[in-house]
């Protein structure tokens, strides 16, 4: 090992510096006798040791001191560098600035660029040297353009890709993080799993649990791993579990939460929806309406339509969105295999024996004058109010039971007819 003292001149300015070089004279050492690199630099001290100290001594509105790298021999440029700028270019303001050479044929015309950028403040930009968070990744490509990638090269029947995050300075654990699973524990499969931490009294001790999960063919699972439909959302919960919720934090006059539906890939609008209403349209007043579209020639144009609405008396209004005090409202057609009515008051009455029957004539005499039978509502009334099938049945066996009365007494009648004539026949006969 040989020392030497190399002296080296700017400007009349002599600079020394004792240094050591290996017997075979290609690695130099300063601040060490045995050198494991072309130049290596020892500082031994207790305090923070600047074993390099690059220095611009100038002024400018814009200046950076560097170090430069070129690797290749016939390369007669820089491949890259390490600059410490102030006051940087396009104002981006002081950093330390990563560049390398802009791909491109001739490596040598090459310019090198700025990839990476280290703010004062601790603010990272990958691809921006004007970063506006920790860490900020911008890529300029027409293409997909991939800002990040972890990637996990080993190979195991469970494994993970995870990007994590604590939140809290006191936390010694990740709060949440974002796992990229192959062939996952519960025999899951693929996916993409978004996991956080189980509440607890100490955080720390808390475990990550997946939450939501993505899988290869488009399947959300939220509170499962394995969903067996487009999304399928589990809450394990003793009370009532809400597994989804709308929320309409506006407030006006008319406003509605609504979950549309669109069937058909070629239609451009929806052809249903649910909607919570509030103060609806039509003063029908806080309801669930239910709304299709109307049939056309073109679907695409259609508008939707509100065919069933539940009000929160538990009204329901089918083809009118206002029952009006009708637990069930249909504007239309009912069809049906069989209808059950429940009324009081059915009509047995007729045939207890201090029931007073109307005379025939006293039927005759209303008929004339109110052109209907009594108890039982006109034309122009059912026109006017419909009809109430339990009370219209009710009226109309009335009706039937004194008609079955009147027949009875008109069959004594004959039958003491047909005896009064039988008597006389017989006596005729005698004469």
């Known amino acids: 090992m040989k020392n030497f003292v190399l002296l080296i001149s700017f400007n009349l300015i002599y600079i020394s510096i004792t240094a050591q070089i290996d017997d075979k004279g290609d690695k130099v050492g300063i601040g060490t006798s045995n050198p494991n690199a072309k130049l290596e630099i020892v500082e031994n001290s207790g305090t923070d ?66 990839k990476l950028s280290l703010l004062p403040n601790g603010d990272v930009g990958v691809g921006t040297s004007n970063p506006s968070a920790k860490l900020e990744i911008v890529k300029n490509s027409g293409t997909d353009a991939v800002g990040l990638r972890l990637t996990n090269s080993s190979w195991a029947s469970h494994m993970a890709t995870s990007l994590e995050f604590k939140t809290g300075g006191k936390k010694s654990v990740p709060t949440s993080k974002i796992s990229s699973i192959m062939n996952g524990a ?33 399947d959300v699972g939220v509170g499962t ?64 309406g239910f709304f299709v579209q109307n049939n056309g020639t073109n679907p695409n144009n259609n508008s939707l339509v509100e065919k069933l609405s539940l009000l929160p008396n538990g009204d329901v209004g089918i083809g009118t969105i206002n029952p009006n005090g009708w637990k069930l409202a249909v504007n239309g057609k009912i069809r049906a295999k069989e209808i059950k009515v429940e009324t009081n008051n059915w009509p047995d009455f007729v045939f207890e024996k201090n029931y007073l029957l109307p005379t025939l004539k006293e039927v005759e005499n209303h008929i004339n004058v109110k052109g209907h039978l009594k108890n039982i509502p006109s034309a122009k009334e059912i026109e006017e109010n419909g009809v109430l099938l339990g009370d219209m049945n009710s009226k109309l066996l009335q009706k039937i039971e004194e008609l079955t009365l009147y027949t009875i007494q008109q069959q004594k009648e004959i039958e003491k007819l047909k005896s009064t004539l039988k008597k006389i026949i017989s006596e005729n006969k005698k004469l």
């Open 186 to 218: 519960g025999n899951a499969g693929d996916r993409l799993g978004f996991f956080v931490q189980n509440n607890g009294t100490n955080p720390n001790n808390n475990s990550l649990v997946e939450k939501l999960s993505l899988l290869p063919n488009g």
């Open 49 to 114: 040791g600047v074993g390099l100290r690059l220095t611009n001594s100038s002024w400018a509105s814009y200046m950076a001191t560097s170090l430069e790298f070129k690797t290749g021999g016939k390369k007669s440029v820089p491949t890259s560098k390490i600059s410490s700028i102030m006051n940087g270019a396009g104002n981006a303001g002081d950093r330390l600035g990563f560049f390398v050479q802009n791909n491109g044929t001739n490596p040598n015309n090459n310019s090198l660029v700025e």
């Open 225 to 288: 791993s394995n969903p067996n439909a487009k999304l399928e959302i589990v809450k394990n919960s003793g009370t009532d579990a809400v597994g989804l919720r709308l929320t309409n934090s506006s407030w006006t006059s008319n406003m509605a939460t609504s979950l549309e539906f669109k069937t058909g890939g070629k239609k451009s609008v929806p052809t249903s929806k649910i909607s919570s209403i509030m103060n609806g349209a039509g003063n029908a007043g806080d309801r669930l």
